[in-house]
Structure formats: structure tokens, C-alpha cells
């Protein structure tokens, strides 16, 4: 997925001379994740620009060269720092269409590596998703695989509107079942794990049903995408897995006809559950679909404290808690 | 009008394969600078963040009027507490490498910044230091077994699971919990040392920030609060030229010393031989005994080197000269301290070497102890249910119920 996003900043900075890229450490080195990796070499030190160590500056900056006609595309090395960056992004990059009607705009992307799995502690896991689609005036993208991760990162850059683009830090080098104890696999053998050369979009306002099934739908999206398909075999049933892919704008249609279809539904984030994302999913869900439900929707999520280093796997929605879910969500009669 | 883009981007002196240049330094002789009395006005003593206050000289002979006059048993401290550090750190950095532990980061050529300032406050002054302040932990009598049991998360760990290696706290000692978002610490240390004001107390603070982490808006929250209210607090730079992959350029290093950052505010600022024990002993004793006679902050600048990676996450000879350490004007400052005692006649090299076996003996008995209370693959185990304590003075019944449905699901399943 690494390569896929370098990619996409690849042919966007040369498609598009508007196009710039800044963040910590993101030029001479590449990034701390390598996703510009070779960048600055080929395209100079004026559009990919390692940023000083201020969140608030990388994304008050990269409002006013947006305002200037560029299209900034701003790292923010881990979601968990971002937060320096929150009252330019509220106040500001979500609101100034608004507040101008019209007259003036800053298409942002802040890309942004989130989730946890990878030991990082409370300061390197977090998943703030629900916090940014709470907010008016930008838009919220969180990928699951390469193919994905390049196509939207290309809309996003695109787009007239602020997004902010999550990347689960641990997908980055391959897909993740949710299984802790087994090897990690790459993304050679995935089927959304290779990425054409050169330029095309995936659209900002579409889920993407990763596999049909009959028995209950899983909503879903990041990493926990793929441990939803693990869970649904392991538990023996037909599921049909969504991944929202754009958590703002999102895809009512795709989710309404999906559980309109199954009768049952699990929503499942790894972020906390209170006033997380997926109490707006179960919401859709319930009004668009209330007379076909065969069971309460229920919800597998992160609990509802900060994620600890030492009960990682526990904290984490693993495949066995989700299989544990689909199996009382089927109990249902 | 040109068409060409004109910003000024910073650039290191040398990138990978090209020879070091520190000519950029701006070094001054040892002995050279001033020392002004505690009470001097900020605006006579600007000269102190512009200069490099330095005693030892390079026959590591102390010199002038910053000299602590520091006696014998002092200084043989303080270089034990160095070469601890150092050992620590080399255990520690191994044992991740071996998969003990998730993650490490080193003080490397750092270590007179957290002991030789340590040395300079009072029991009762309150640290908020950043994550290479180990040094700090260390001599304030954390306890090497402790240190370790929280980088392991096992059952003896301070923040019982809860956070990465090397985030340690010690209330009892008077060390604040560290912190992994930067300069975060910069407006606590004001706010507390605000309080002692307030209740009337004479104790001070201090915290650190390394060059990269200036660039946070809470570095700057904290000049202005400090300076506005005259705190009583000692804010502090560990300027080891790098943040990760960017030098401190990108900070802005490169226009005018960190230790002049205040200087705008009207705050004293003195930038120290980070690597010279005595200098930075001393300009950390004058900032806190300014402090403590209600003269307000001090902003320290610390040169100094990060003589290894970045942390175990990082592969610095991406980005810079594999021999840059060596070819640091300012030295190692375990060296230079060691020379000095051997030059008072107070040390030998063979004191040196056994020295240095002691403390890797001590280091190596602390970690079969740590490991004793297990590691985060082998047991003894933490509580699991310790997941969802302290997210609140009292435990509310939602976390109550998650906690329970946790345990019945583990339950389940053994
Ligand atoms: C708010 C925030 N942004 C980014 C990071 C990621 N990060 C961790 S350390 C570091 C470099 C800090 O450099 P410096 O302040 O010079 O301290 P040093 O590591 O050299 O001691 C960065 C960018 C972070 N931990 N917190
Ligand atoms: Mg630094």
C-alpha cells in the first residue's frame, strides 16, 4: 500500500504543477513509512517539502497555499499528532467555502497513517476517524488496500474539498486478518493488492462490497475489512462484507440494499464505540432498513479507553471477537 | 518577475557519504563567556544565548568564571551516572533488537544533559523531562529494575501496561509521566511552577524539548506564559541537531540559536556546551538560582550530538554521515568528564574500565530481576481488567460492562 500511495503522489505532481506535498520528514528521507520515497529527488525541494515540527503550521500552511491556487497534500506522520493541527482544521479548512460563500477554498488533503496493531502504544494506534466526520466542510476517506488507497488518494488531491485521508498503518505492507499469532502475509497475493501504473480514480462517495453474501451484512472499513472476511469463514456463514471506504460523504444506497437483503448487521471499527463512526452507521442502518431487520444491529468495536501497549490483542476487535459477534448477531431467531 | 521558486529550503552541511562540517556551529573558547550575577537584568545578559558557554577546554582543563568548582566526589557522581546511562541504554537497545522489548530510544553522547542538570536542582523541583531525559529517571533514583519492568509492560510495570518503552513516570521523585506528543510537557512545567508561585513555595520546574520539538506551538504557549508571569521555571532545548531525518535547520537553528527564542520575550536564554558537564552543571544552577530568588525563567540551550538512531525504528545513515558523531567539535561528554578527573589526578584509565564493568554488571543483574516479573510474551502477565482502570477517578458502568464482557470472553475460550 506504501508503494501505492508514493504512486499517487508520483502521478499527481507530475499531472498537476499545482500539486505539492509537505510534511515531517517526508522529503530528503521519504517519510518515516517511505509513501514518498524518491519524491523530492524527482520533483524538487518546492513540492515535496519537509515541514518543521508543528501540525497546527503544516495544515495552517498548506490552508493558505491551497487559498494561493496550489494543491497541497499534507503528511501528518502519525494520526495521533494531529490534534496540534484541530483547530485549523475546524475552524478553518472545514468552514471557509462556508463562511465565504464560495469566494474562497482550500482543497487539503491531510493524509495521515491511524489504527493500531503494531505495538505503538496509546501515543501510535489511535483511530480519531469519528472525531473529523463529526465536522462540517471536510470530507473523511479511510482505505483498506492498494488498488483503493491510490485511486482515492488521486480523487482526493482532485477534489475541491478538505479530506482527510486515513491509512491503517497496519496494512501498509500487507492485509491482516486479525489473527495476532499467525505470520504477516504481504499484499503480493491480494487481489486488490495490485496497483496499475499511471493515473485513475476510485470516486469518493462509494462503498465497496468486498464480498456478497445472504446471512448478515458486516460494515465495515480499514483493516478491519479484512478481518471481517476472515471472521465471516471461520464462522461458517454467508456474510456480506461493505467497505464504506468514504466514511463522509457516505453511501446509503450500497449499506440500504445490502441489509435490505441479509436482515442482519454488524458494524465493526476499531476505534472506541461511544459516539464513534459506527453509531452513525447503526443509525442509517436502523432508519433505512428498520422494517427488514431480523435482529438488533450490533457493534464490534475498540473499548472505550485509550489503546494500551500491553493488551494490544485484547483491545484490538481481533477475528475471534468478530466471529464471537456474528455468531450471537445469527443466534437471533 | 522571476518565474523560479525562491524559498529557502535548509539543508544539513552533509548528507550521507560527504565529509562532516560543523563549521556551522559558532563555538566559543572555554571560559570565554561571561557569567553575570543571578539578578542581572534580561536585557544586559542577551550575549548569554548568543555565545557557547563552556568550562572544560580541549585539554579538559576547566576555565573561567561559569567553573562549578565541583569537588571530587561530585564529579565521580556524576560520571557514574553517566556511564550508567550509557550502559543502560546499550542493554536496552540490544534487548529490542532481540525482541524483548517493542521499541527503544537512546541518549547516546546526550548524557550530561539530563545528569549534570540533574545535579543542579533540588529534590523538590518538579521535571517534566522528554523522552531522552532517561538520564533524569535514572538519578533521581527510579530504579533500574523499575525502568526496565515498564519497558517490558510486564507485572511489575509502573504505567501498568498502558504505554510504549521508555514513557516512565516517578510521582514520588518528582518526575512527570513523559509524554510521546512533543513540547506537550513545555506549558505544564509553567503551569506548575506557576502554582508554586501562587501558593507561595519556593520550588522550581523544568522540562525539555529537543530542537525539532521548538517548532510546537506549546513551546511557544510556554515562553509566553513564562515570561509574562516571571515563572519560576527552567525551560530547556537538547539541541543534538536532528529530529529524526530533518537537522535542526528545519527548526529554524540555522538563523539564530534556540536559546535566543525568548530573548523577543524578554527572557534570558544561555546556550551551554550540551557535552561539558561542569558548563551545563553550572548555567542550569545559575537559571535555578535565579528562579528560586524570583527572577524569572531561563531558556537553556543544550549542544550536543545524537550520537545514535533516532530510535530502533530509524536508519539514520539514510540521511547523514555515518562519522558525523565522531567528528562533533564538542566531543563525547563521558569522555571529556573522565579526562578532566584524570587530568585533577581524582581518575584513572583503569578506574575507567572497571567503571564501566561495574555498571554493565549492575545493568545486567537488573535484567535477569526484570525479567524475572515476565515480559510481554511470557508470564507473569498484567491483569488484563487493568485495561480499563484509571480512564477515570471512578470506573463508570459502561467501562465497567466492557471490562466484564472482556473477561467472560477470555473466559469462554480457556
Ligand atoms: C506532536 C508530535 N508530532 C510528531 C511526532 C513524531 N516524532 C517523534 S520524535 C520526532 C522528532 C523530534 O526531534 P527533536 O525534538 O529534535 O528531539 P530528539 O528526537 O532529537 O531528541 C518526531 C517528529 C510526535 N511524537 N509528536
Ligand atoms: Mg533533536
Known amino acids: 500500500m506504501i508503494e501505492a500511495i508514493r504512486s499517487a503522489h508520483d502521478v499527481m505532481l507530475e499531472r498537476d504543477p499545482s500539486v505539492v506535498a509537505l510534511g515531517q520528514d517526508i522529503g530528503y528521507f521519504g517519510g518515516v513509512f517511505r509513501c514518498t520515497d524518491g519524491l523530492q529527488e524527482k520533483y524538487g525541494e518546492h513540492r515535496v517539502i519537509d515541514a518543521p515540527i508543528a501540525e497546527g503550521g503544516i495544515i495552517g500552511v498548506a490552508i493558505g497555499l491551497g487559498v494561493n491556487g496550489l494543491r497541497p497534500v499534507a503528511e501528518i506522520q502519525f494520526a495521533d499528532y494531529i490534534y496540534p493541527g484541530f483547530d485549523q482544521i475546524v475552524s478553518e479548512l472545514s468552514r471557509l467555502r462556508y463562511r465565504s460563500a464560495g469566494e474562497f477554498f482550500s482543497p487539503v488533503v491531510i493524509r495521515t497513517p491511524c489504527g493500531g496493531g503494531i505495538r505503538g502504544g496509546q501515543t501510535h494506534s489511535q483511530s480519531p476517524e469519528g472525531i473529523f466526520t463529526h465536522i462540517s466542510g471536510v470530507k473523511t476517506v479511510m482505505v483498506s488496500n492498494p488498488y483503493d488507497a491510490k485511486g482515492l488518494l488521486i480523487s482526493a488531491i482532485e477534489s475541491n474539498d478538505p479530506i482527510i485521508f486515513f491509512e491503517p498503518k497496519r496494512i501498509y505492507n500487507g492485509p491482516f486478518d486479525g489473527d495476532p499469532d499467525k505470520p504477516a502475509v504481504s499484499w503480493a497475493s491480494h487481489p486488490r493488492g495490485e496497483v496499475p501504473e499511471g493515473y485513475y480514480t476510485v470516486p469518493l462517495d462509494k462503498a465497496e462490497i468486498v464480498q456478497s453474501g445472504e446471512d448478515l451484512t458486516i460494515i465495515t472499513y480499514g483493516t478491519i475489512v479484512h478481518v471481517a472476511q476472515a471472521a465471516a469463514k471461520a464462522a461458517g456463514v454467508s456474510a456480506e462484507i461493505i467497505d464504506v471506504r468514504t466514511l463522509m460523504p457516505l453511501d446509503i444506497e450500497t449499506l440500504r440494499e445490502s441489509v435490505n437483503k441479509t436482515g442482519r448487521c454488524m458494524v465493526a471499527h476499531e476505534a472506541t464505540r461511544f459516539c464513534g463512526y459506527g453509531a452513525e452507521l447503526v443509525a442509517t442502518v436502523q432508519k433505512e432498513c428498520f422494517w427488514h431487520l431480523e435482529a438488533p444491529i450490533s457493534r464490534v468495536t475498540g473499548w472505550d479507553t485509550p489503546y494500551p501497549h500491553a493488551f494490544e490483542w485484547e483491545y484490538f476487535p481481533v477475528q475471534r471477537r468478530l466471529v464471537d459477534g456474528i455468531r450471537k448477531l445469527m443466534e437471533v431467531a | ?414
Open chain 2, 1 to 414: 518577475m522571476s518565474k523560479q521558486p525562491y524559498l529557502h529550503i535548509p539543508r544539513p552541511t552533509a548528507r550521507p557519504g560527504e565529509a562532516p562540517d560543523f563549521s556551522y556551529l559558532n563555538l566559543s573558547p572555554a571560559g570565554a563567556v561571561e557569567r553575570p550575577p543571578i539578578d542581572a537584568r534580561a536585557g544586559e545578559i542577551e550575549y548569554l544565548a548568543l555565545g557557547l558557554v563552556r568550562v572544560l577546554d580541549d585539554d579538559h582543563v576547566a576555565q573561567g568564571p561559569w567553573d562549578p568548582n565541583l569537588d571530587k566526589d561530585t564529579l565521580v557522581r556524576a560520571l557514574r551516572l553517566m556511564v550508567l546511562t550509557r550502559a543502560y541504554d546499550d542493554r536496552m537497545q540490544r534487548m529490542q533488537r532481540q525482541g524483548k522489548i517493542t521499541f527503544y530510544m537512546q541518549a547516546l553522547g546526550e548524557e550530561a544533559v539530563s545528569i549534570g542538570q540533574g545535579l543542579a536542582f533540588e529534590d523538590g523541583d518538579m521535571m517534566f523531562p522528554a523522552y531522552r531525559n532517561q538520564g533524569l529517571y535514572i538519578m533521581r533514583d527510579t530504579g533500574l529494575v523499575e525502568m526496565m519492568c515498564q519497558c517490558l509492560s510486564n507485572s511489575r510495570d509502573m504505567c501498568k501496561g498502558r504505554q510504549m518503552p521508555i514513557f516512565y513516570q516517578n510521582a514520588k521523585k518528582n518526575l512527570f509521566t513523559i509524554s510521546g506528543n512533543l513540547a506537550t510537557q513545555y506549558p505544564h512545567a509553567v503551569g506548575w511552577a506557576m502554582g508554586a508561585a501562587i501558593k507561595g513555595e519556593p520550588n522550581i520546574a523544568a522540562s525539555w524539548v529537543g530542537d525539532g520539538s521548538t517548532a510546537e506551538a506549546d513551546f511557544h504557549y510556554a515562553l509566553t506564559f513564562a515570561a509574562v508571569y516571571n515563572a519560576p521555571v527552567i525551560l530547556n532545548v537538547t539541541n543534538n541537531q536532528w529530529a529524526i531525518s530533518t537537522f535542526q535547520g528545519f527548526a529554524g537553528g540555522d538563523r539564530r540559536p534556540f536559546a535566543a527564542r525568548g530573548l523577543g520575550l524578554g527572557m534570558p536564554g544561555i546556550r551551554v556546551d550540551g557535552n561539558d558537564l561542569l558548563a551545563v552543571y553550572a548555567a542550569t544552577r545559575w537559571a535555578a538560582d535565579r528562579a528560586r530568588n524570583q527572577g524569572g525563567p531561563t531558556l537553556i540551550e543544550l549542544v550536543t550530538y545524537r550520537g545514535g538512531a533516532h530510535s530502533t525504528s530509524d536508519d539514520p545513515s539514510r540521511y547523514r554521515p555515518k562519522d558525523e558523531w565522531s567528528s562533533f567539535p564538542l566531543g563525547d561528554p563521558v569522555d571529556r568528564l573522565k579526562q578532566h578527573l584524570v587530568k585533577l589526578g581524582h581518575w584513572s584509565e583503569e578506574e575507567q574500565t572497571s567503571l564501566e564493568e561495574e555498571m554493565k554488571a549492575t545493568v545486567s543483574e537488573a535484567w535477569k530481576e526484570a525479567v524475572s516479573y515476565g515480559t510481554l510474551t511470557e508470564p507473569p502477565f498484567l491483569d488484563v481488567s487493568l485495561m480499563f482502570e484509571d480512564v477515570f477517578a471512578e470506573m463508570p458502568d459502561h467501562l465497567a460492562r466492557q471490562r466484564e464482557k472482556l473477561l467472560r470472553m477470555r473466559g469462554e475460550r480457556s
